[in-house]
């Protein structure tokens, strides 16, 4: 039988004045007791002076510790500065630490300490919080952090020794911390050598890149583990049991910021201690059958992988690199040829025109997960080959000039667009949007871009189209065979070929590159499919926003 969780309720001080404060399991709450209620008297009060009541939920305590009124630290060492009268009455204290929502989605930790005269009283409090606690199994106890200490601005050990590490030994995580020595030092230790049975999660320190590598190093485990291969594009990869969690500190941060509304390193740590489960989708993609990559957030051919491919070049530039490369792309306005292929996900909940936004506890994701658990990404339909079965059953053929491609597997929502690339766009539902830019004049295309960064509906443009899609493949015009075309080697002799035959003309590159999730691939002709809700996250989706923002934590009158 489960045991029942033991209610608490007692007269304590907190900062001069008498609460009521009950715990019964789920929420503690202290109410402040008016004045001539009080039963123990040591304060000023008017009689009529309206009191506060707090409610915290039980699984956003992150932990309980006694505080040593009469050496003036509590267990931590951080000084407690009390009044001398309360010191002397109540002597007896304990400190809640606790999750409080700020603005933006931010997440703070706060501290409330009651004082008691009776130290009984408050040994009885700290072991029944604590109970209540240990009861809370979604909690990590133990979990192996890497920190890439060259993303993002570098900041990346700093950040983690001096607002995480913290906030993990408050909550008693204890950590094995590997600060990675090269790229993919990450993904290569998950994949072979991690002794994964003794942790409860795996948290990156960084940005996409490093969060990718982390997704690789498991997904890529998991299936070595069950005797999946992952070169088969029509495979149903297992799903990773261990959750990830990122402390931001990249350049884009475009996971964290999807997944709990900022890319802020203190509220990621306290989804991370709270034991938040977000499920992900991920897709593969694959060139000719052989595995490339797996992609998270965006996959971008055209415009978002030229920006790349030239960023790449300034990482000197921090952030910024991004800005810089992607005026130049912008300026440069280069389309490319060839044929998309999909398949729309056509049985879900949802489409990427929706007004309605994925947020904590979608519903659309639990629908369209629970439809798409049981059965293989291709729906047995293989994906037509574009040149000789265009009308296959229930695929669609796109053909034409592209400024971009993008599959957006989330809204990809980030500082730069906090509406993303897709905003409707759903972090489990099993589908990715692609979104189809047609060749344009800049001017349309700079409409398009700057779309992205106010409420106005970018898709709302005869040049673009976007299909919510389970499968998709993309052939370039100038492919002659697909398992030939190497971009690296056979891109660049075409587009030099094409430029020395025409060198007058602005003519664009036969091929661009694949952006995936911020690396490029080395292919341009690419088969993709979703897997859904593949790996979790220590996240829980975009809160909503309470209706006054001022008012997300009020003090309630009485
Ligand atoms: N010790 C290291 N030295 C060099 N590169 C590393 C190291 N550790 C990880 N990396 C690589 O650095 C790349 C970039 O890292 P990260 O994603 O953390 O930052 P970013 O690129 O600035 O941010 P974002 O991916 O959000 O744009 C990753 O692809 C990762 O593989
Ligand atoms: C003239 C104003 C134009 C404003 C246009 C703003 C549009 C911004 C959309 C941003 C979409 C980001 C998608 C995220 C991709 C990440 O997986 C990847 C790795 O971090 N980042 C980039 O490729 C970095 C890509 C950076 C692109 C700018
Ligand atoms: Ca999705």
């Not at 992150?62 to 500065?81: I, P, S």
């Not at 809370?136 to 890497?146: E, I, N």
């Not at 729906?379 to 037509?384: D, H, I, L, N, R």
């Not at 972090?427 to 295309?445: E, H, Y």
């Amino acid at each position: 039988m489960e045991k029942q969780p033991r209610l608490l309720a007692s007269q304590l001080f907190l900062k001069n004045s008498v609460f009521e404060v009950l715990l019964n399991g789920v929420l503690l709450t202290w109410k402040e007791i008016p004045a001539n209620k009080k039963v123990v008297s040591g304060s000023i009060h008017h009689p009529f002076k309206v009191g506060t009541s707090h409610s915290v939920s039980v699984s956003e305590i992150l932990a309980v510790r006694e505080l040593d009124v009469g050496g003036g630290t509590n267990d931590d060492g951080r000084w407690q500065k009390m009044p001398q009268k309360l010191t002397e009455a109540y002597p007896y204290a304990f400190t809640v630490s606790y999750v409080e929502r700020a603005r933006q989605h931010r997440w703070r930790c706060s501290d409330v300490t009651f004082h008691c005269s009776d130290g009984a009283l408050r040994q009885q409090w700290i072991q029944t919080i604590r109970e209540q606690l240990t009861a809370l199994t979604s909690r990590p106890k133990h979990l192996l952090v890497y920190i890439n200490p060259y993303g993002g601005k570098q900041q990346g050990e700093c950040i983690y020794e001096q607002k995480v590490a913290p906030l993990f030994a408050c909550a008693s995580i204890s950590t094995d911390v590997i600060v990675t020595e090269h790229a993919n030092h990450a993904r290569d230790h998950l994949k072979t050598e991690a002794e994964l049975k003794k942790y409860d999660g795996v948290v990156c320190v960084g940005g996409d890149g490093m969060f990718s590598e982390i997704v690789h190093g498991l997904v890529s485990r998991t299936q070595r583990d069950n005797g999946v291969d992952q070169n088969s594009p029509e495979e149903k990869l297992v799903p990773c049991s261990l959750r990830i969690g990122i402390i931001p500190a990249g350049s884009t941060d475009c996971i964290c910021y999807a997944t709990v509304g900022i890319n802020d390193p203190v509220t990621s740590a306290l989804h991370v201690i709270v034991g938040d489960s977000q499920p992900m989708d991920v897709c593969s993609v694959h060139h000719n059958n052989t595995f490339l990559r797996y992609s998270i957030s965006l996959l971008g051919y055209g415009f978002y992988g030229d920006v790349l491919a030239d960023s790449e070049r300034k990482r000197w530039m921090g952030p910024a690199r991004y800005d810089f490369s992607g005026f130049k792309t912008f300026l440069t306005h280069h389309h490319y040829e060839g044929a998309v292929s999909f398949l729309p996900a056509t049985d879900i909940l949802g489409t990427p025109r929706d007004k309605t936004r994925c947020r904590a506890g979608c519903f659309i994701c639990q629908h369209n997960g629970q439809l798409y658990s049981g059965d293989s990404p291709d729906e047995s339909k293989t994906a037509p080959d574009v040149s000789d079965r265009e009308y296959e059953v229930g695929w669609g053929v796109v053909r034409g000039k592209f400024l971009a491609i993008n599959a957006a597997s989330m809204s990809c929502a980030c500082p730069r667009s906090p509406m993303g690339l897709s905003p409707a766009a759903h972090l489990a539902d099993g589908t990715t949007d692609l979104i189809l830019v047609r060749k344009c004049s800049r001017f349309n295309f700079l409409r398009h871009l700057l779309r992205h960064t106010s409420k106005d509906d970018q898709f709302d443009m005869t040049f673009v189209e976007v299909h919510r899609v389970r499968r998709f493949r993309f052939t370039p015009r100038h492919c002659q065979n697909d398992s030939e075309l190497d971009l690296r080697e056979n891109g660049k002799q075409l587009f030099s070929q094409i430029c020395r035959d025409h060198p007058a003309c602005s003519c664009s590159p036969a091929y661009s590159s694949w952006n995936c999730d911020g690396e490029i691939l080395p292919h341009a002709a690419i088969e993709v499919g979703v897997h859904c809700q593949l790996i979790k996250l220590f996240a829980r989706g975009i809160e909503e926003q309470p209706l006054f923002e001022d008012l997300a934590n009020p003090p309630c009158a009485l």
